[in-house]
């Protein structure tokens, strides 16, 4: 077969296995999907075109396609929203990632809230919401260019931040390498990174660390 | 002057400046080391050479030296230690980066425990401690050469993980970049990465982390 | 002319030239398959976009298109196929590179069988199959993202194993760079690794080591 | 001859040739100097190890070893500085780099002032001084690490900023590379980069941009 | 909301936030154009393609599409343009990031010039123009493939110089990166490196030199 | 104006300016061709696309298309071509670039042959032909994927050997990067690297250097 | 413990865990040497330096130190060798890291031997032993600088073939990644490729190959 | 053996075997000098440290350290010296692979003459010596930092130009790659590349090119 499904996912780490769907045909994502929604009730879909979205919402009316955030999901019934990941941009073409992150926390079971926009060219917009930064759990700052926002930030605040850097930008950025290396270099400790556009991956963390404030 | 302490910071983040040693002198560390120990009544030294060991441990009888770690720590008095970090390594030569880690969550006031030398070639040395990793609230994971060990703790545990690269390797390894891209695509979800041989920074997330599940 | 075939290699290497299609035109495969296919009774072309496939399968009705694979061969007359060739991959991606080498070990004579998506995230359903992997004389390890499983996999055997690093991730995957990496510097030893993508010097390679237990 | 000196280079670009000693013998460099001097009366060495330093030292009195910033200067007779010049750095280890811009510009005849150790990990340091900020006509950011402070000082000031990444970092920071693609990456506009380490340039293009504030 | 303007910025610097168009919906560009215009009554787009510049077009009729500089702009009424900005490139290929940077300058309040075409195959083409070089406050020189033009340009004159590297070529051009690399290692002295194709930011830095002659 | 062409060129280097077509609108090519043809009586364009080919065919009637290679050229009057170059190739694949070396050494007036796809997977290909390389004053070797065949041509011969590498590869060639690499450290002696995928450059080379033989 | 063992190993795939001396203290490596020993009755230490080899040698009397691999080994008692590993290098300078290969062949139980300074340079030197290539069941190619070797006895022979790049070079050799990619791009198929310098590595999986033509 | 002379190669190109003596012991040298020695009677060894050169001299009373190329040379007996190579660099720094370049071409019998130090930062220096690049038959132009001295030289001449990287500079300079991709990106046409810092092997392709206006 094309697919040995971890079934025993949920089970070991609370959520199904979720479908990363590039690189998979329409057909394969879909049999994919049945079977996880068969035998867990729940599904999160990622990297999904339209085509596959279309598809995926024909298998359950229950599936949410979120356009921004190229995901599609379904909760699992009664799902109770804990906690407090807030999720932070610097500019306007950071919101699919930051939403990729935000949809992952949630549908896993965390309290969300955003915070977009607010990279350090006009360092105020930041600095005025400070309260908002130090009533989170965990923090995903995303950044695309020079991937400074989660330096500042994790100057600021006591709590976990993830950053997570986006393929924004030109020229010398090589597809997100220099936010990236920013990232992994920030004078600000208690910063962990993930890969570059990895929205889902920071969702997860931040929920897991979320976790740790409800056991 | 050449140095601008930041004194606000054991009141922002909970834990005074600290010293990375890398590229002072002697005489700077010390005399920095004097006013945050004078302001805060607690010190951490990382990237610590042996003749500035030997100079911070004439600032202050408190002071230890972790040689392995490269670390001068001095407790705030009274510490009392909370949580439960875990710190495992793929191999003895990536225990010196582990060791970081551990002092700096310690002195930070997290309970710390280890799992040394686990990695993938003898898959059962890792397999056969399971419980201990479901045990801790927080785990760094740190391997040099292939850097695969947080890619397979990620795939068994639900906690957050913090990969952590060393430079240990050769040839291709380019001073840790295979073991950093290595962790950054892992295909376990929840785990954040860490510059290579970034130990310091592991211990400080692995703390603020713990801490969630204190407030 | 555009072509000097090695008609010279079947005799020297037990099998024809294969042509590599990327960059030569329809007509130009066209005629060298013709030519080989004259001296030789037996063809095998890679990287065959469906063009091209139609205009192969014109050439012979013994041609056969491995679609997945991207690979149209004709096998030799009354091929005997010997031995055992074990195709591994970690996710349902990495298939067509893995059909790729399935494909090539099958047509040179050798006997192949699969598992696929195996990946570590999932690590049960690995382990749960090792006595596939024992009974093969050689292994091709398939994978992309953090391509971990060649090194897993490599701890568990001690026959040959050949890693191929895909190029499916995205960020700081580089195009199958990460993975590659991840491989040159696997902690198991015994494990030879193949260009990114190169599926079909994987199965010439399989097929090689499995001869070695015929002669 | 081992060299060709540029003495025209005075009346061309109101400066005599600046000697790099990199890379040359200490008779070189003494050789140099000395014709240097006889025909502009005035000298600026770089990259100065202590041995060319002491042997430059006694070529003329008047010349004078900046150790922190690695440099023999003599300035010319009369020399009057103008304007302002404002050198700023992220940290303490940035200081050399630092220097050799300061030493730099001010042989040339600017006036110059520092603000060192101002980094993001505690950002008040740096809000606190906004005034210093605004009173030069160029600033040079001297940073390591990260290398994000000129983008957050880029983004409060209207001046030229002149970016400079140091070598200071380890890990993913190959050598000052990531803090280089930080800056070159960099939101705010208004901001010009130099090579890794190039303090000379900086302190001279500063120098230019002060001029033309003279003219 | 997916924008927190800037609207401080016009008063900090000199001229309000600039819309950089790549990675944003032309209903989000019109958005923030019409809440900018609002504002500040001017405005500077970049990166403009086709369908985004109509629609800009229709929200003002000052609006003015330069084309081959891919920029809608809208000056400031009564607009005084002072000082003296050149912009210099290798090639024919090289103008359209020129044009970003001299449309940048022009609708900040820079005179600008060009001298276009006057790469080092054929040196006499800039020889025979140095008294245009002489009588510019700052020079802009934009060039890709070796990227030479900016060191001898900078070896000419004594103002400072700004190189841009244009992406421009093929080959082990990657992208830019070559002349990125000649740029910042640049022999001649007081040259400050824009990221690649970044035309926007050098005409911003070359408008605020020359308003340092304006002070 | 756009262009500022070098029409001293001819003369100093005995060949008008070659028309570089990338990155040049249709209507700057044939403006920039016409001048050129007027005031030289010879053409040379490269990377010409379709569309550019039928603009310059209208411009005279000599103009001729040598497709493989993408060039348009029109011979000087009365050309004598002189001397001798040979032209190699390991594949198939590398025939444009090999080409474009060929009409470029051709119309600036050297004699040129050819030997193609001989590469070392079948190395008697080559060994067979070994007359023909005596017999050049010049050899261009053009290679993509592993790039060695200019090592091995360069072992057998005494005259220049100009190696070219192409793009044509998957995986880790990187865009031809392995192949100039393997290319620059060859370890046969007299072996000149031109950029990936520059058979004009090549072409150009190999003439001036057969055209040593004629003065 | 500073180490976990894999007494394992021995069972699971014939040969006891291999003590990498790199990164490990002469303390650690005694220690873990003598419990090696204890358990399995024989040793191989890799990458040891001379203060390690004479402590080692010092663990027991049949101890061999083989100098120029960096290698000591201990036989298993009555090891029979048998097969046919052949070890070919390019020059005189890739011999440590063959006979690193050699040696763990050997130890491990196969019959080996060599061919030494034959690289493409004077490729008759090659080509005069054919004979000898066609008589080993694995062939490992050790070669630095442009590392052409592997592919031209790729070419020439039926069975397997393990490319090792070594890190001799300059230059754009960037410590064997030049040759690394060249021998991963090879144009001859059935190539494995190891990683630097892997000389172990290379010699434990040809012993693999070897033995499957003993099962 | 440790060497496997190719005892050939005077015959096959005027020149015996060269030893590059990085890598290799000082015994293994003079063995190697003396077998070559006995055969050919001329010597050429580069990349001589001073005990190396010792060593050597011993060897042969003809034999010549030439220090500042670091090569050790016998010159054939009656060489006579023809035609006319020149061998021009960009800095003082630069000589040293200047004069490996120069001592090669010489010992193989070109007649060479040199012109050091006139990079363009002076571009009179150059500029006023145009003369002596017309002279040549083939122009070896050495150059660090930023590369820039070839592209320059090569619009000015008609002759083959031969472009040599060196590895000084700094910062990202990254060991020559600077320099080297300036001049693979070189727009001046007829220029090839040698690897950084290779001397010996532009001498030898500078002797080639030489000899092609003797036959
Ligand atoms: N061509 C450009 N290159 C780089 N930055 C730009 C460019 N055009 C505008 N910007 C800046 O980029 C920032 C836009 O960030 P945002 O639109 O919020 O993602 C603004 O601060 C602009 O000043
Ligand atoms: N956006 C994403 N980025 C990285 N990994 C993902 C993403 N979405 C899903 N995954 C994980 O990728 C794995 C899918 O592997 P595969 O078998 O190839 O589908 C699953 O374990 C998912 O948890
Ligand atoms: N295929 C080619 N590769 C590199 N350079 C070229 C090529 N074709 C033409 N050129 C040169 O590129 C330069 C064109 O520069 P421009 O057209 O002004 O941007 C001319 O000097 C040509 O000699
Ligand atoms: N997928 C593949 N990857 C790498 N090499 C291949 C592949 N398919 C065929 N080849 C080899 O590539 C060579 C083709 O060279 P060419 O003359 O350019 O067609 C032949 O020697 C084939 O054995
Ligand atoms: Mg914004
Ligand atoms: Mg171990
Ligand atoms: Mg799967
Ligand atoms: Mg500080
Ligand atoms: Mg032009
Ligand atoms: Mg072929
Ligand atoms: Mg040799
Ligand atoms: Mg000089």
Redo the contacts between chains.
């Keep these: 077969?094309?697919?040995?499904?971890?079934h025993?996912?949920a089970l070991?780490?609370?959520f199904p296995?979720?479908i990363f769907c590039?690189?998979?045909t329409v057909l394969?994502v879909v049999a994919?999907a049945k079977t996880l929604l068969r035998k867990n009730n729940a599904l999160l879909a990622t990297r999904v075109e339209p085509p596959v979205a279309r598809a995926l919402l024909r298998v359950s009316k229950r599936a949410v396609y979120h356009e921004a955030a190229r995901v599609v999901a379904i909760a699992p019934p009664k799902l109770v929203r804990r906690g407090a990941v807030l999720i932070v941009t610097?500019?306007?073409?950071d919101?699919p990632v930051a939403e990729e992150a935000r949809v992952t926390a949630d549908i896993m079971g965390s309290k969300t809230d955003t915070l977009?926009?607010?990279?350090?060219?006009?360092?105020?917009?930041l600095l005025g919401q400070q309260e908002r930064l130090h009533d989170a759990?965990?923090l995903v700052v995303v950044a695309?260019?020079?991937?400074?926002l989660p330096?500042?930030v994790?100057?600021?605040?006591?709590?976990?931040v993830?950053a997570v850097?986006t393929?924004?930008?030109?020229?010398?950025?090589?597809?997100?390498?220099?936010?990236?290396?920013?990232?992994?270099?920030?004078?600000?400790?208690?910063?962990?990174?993930?890969?570059?556009?990895?929205g889902?991956?920071a969702g997860?963390?931040a929920?897991?660390?979320?976790?740790?404030?409800e056991?």
Tied chains: 1, 2, 3, 4, 5, 6, 7, 8.
């Design positions: 077969g094309f697919a040995s499904l971890d025993h996912r070991r780490q609370g296995e979720v590039e690189g998979k394969q994919i610097a500019g306007t073409a919101i977009y926009d607010v990279g350090v060219a006009g360092l105020h917009r759990r965990a695309g260019m020079d991937g400074v330096s500042v994790g100057g600021l605040v006591r709590q976990p993830i850097p393929s924004r930008g030109y020229g010398a950025h090589f597809g997100g390498l220099a936010a990236l290396l920013t990232m992994l270099n920030s004078c600000a400790a208690g910063v962990g990174v993930m890969n570059i556009d990895n889902f991956g997860c963390l929920h897991r660390i979320n976790m740790v404030g056991a």
